[in-house]
């Protein structure tokens, strides 16, 4: 909704803004690219959620972790102890036994199963256990 306000009071007024960026995980935050800040000033001003301005610049690996997203699969290994964190297997342990980094799926052992159930899921859903 903010960047909908943000992007119809830049091109009504014609401010030069080059981007806006706006994070689920940074709560209360919305980062605005111009060149010059009283544009960006201009842009935020009066915008109803928008409360105050925290001025100045940011380096690219501030952000770089929002943009880029990285594989998960990268993270995995054979016979790795996961927490499954999604569908219909959610909050069981789980044992790898095969990762296909192409589709980014790992097929896994419930370990929480009476007996050896392998299923093959979403390496999204799969997140490194701690024990």
């Given at each position: 909704?903010?960047?909908?306000?943000?992007?119809?009071?830049?091109?009504?007024?014609?401010?030069?803004?080059?981007?806006?960026?706006?994070?689920?995980?940074?709560?209360?935050?919305?980062?605005?690219?111009?060149?010059?800040?009283?544009?960006?000033?201009?842009?935020t001003d009066g915008?109803?959620?928008?409360?105050?301005?925290?001025?100045?610049?940011?380096?690219?690996?501030?952000?770089?972790?929002?943009?880029?997203?990285?594989?998960?699969?990268?993270?995995?290994?054979?016979?790795?102890?996961?927490?499954?964190?999604?569908?219909?297997?959610?909050?069981?342990?789980?044992?790898?036994?095969?990762?296909?980094?192409?589709?980014?799926?790992?097929?896994?052992?419930?370990?929480?199963?009476?007996?050896?159930?392998?299923?093959?899921?979403?390496?999204?859903?799969?997140?490194?256990?701690?024990?």
């Open positions: 909704m903010v960047m909908n306000i943000l992007e119809a009071k830049a091109r009504m007024n014609k401010i030069d803004i080059q981007s806006v960026f706006v994070v689920d995980n940074l709560k209360g935050y919305v980062v605005v690219e111009a060149n010059d800040p009283n544009a960006a000033y201009q842009a915008v109803r959620h928008i409360k105050g301005q925290l001025r100045g610049e940011l380096d690219f690996k501030d952000i770089e972790g929002y943009l880029v997203k990285k594989s998960t699969v990268t993270s995995l290994e054979k016979d790795q102890t996961v927490e499954i964190t999604g569908g219909p297997f959610k909050g069981m342990k789980a044992s790898i036994t095969r990762i296909d980094h192409e589709k980014e799926e790992a097929t896994v052992v419930l370990l929480d199963a009476s007996y050896q159930l392998p299923v093959t899921v979403d390496a999204n859903y799969l997140q490194v256990s701690s024990s």
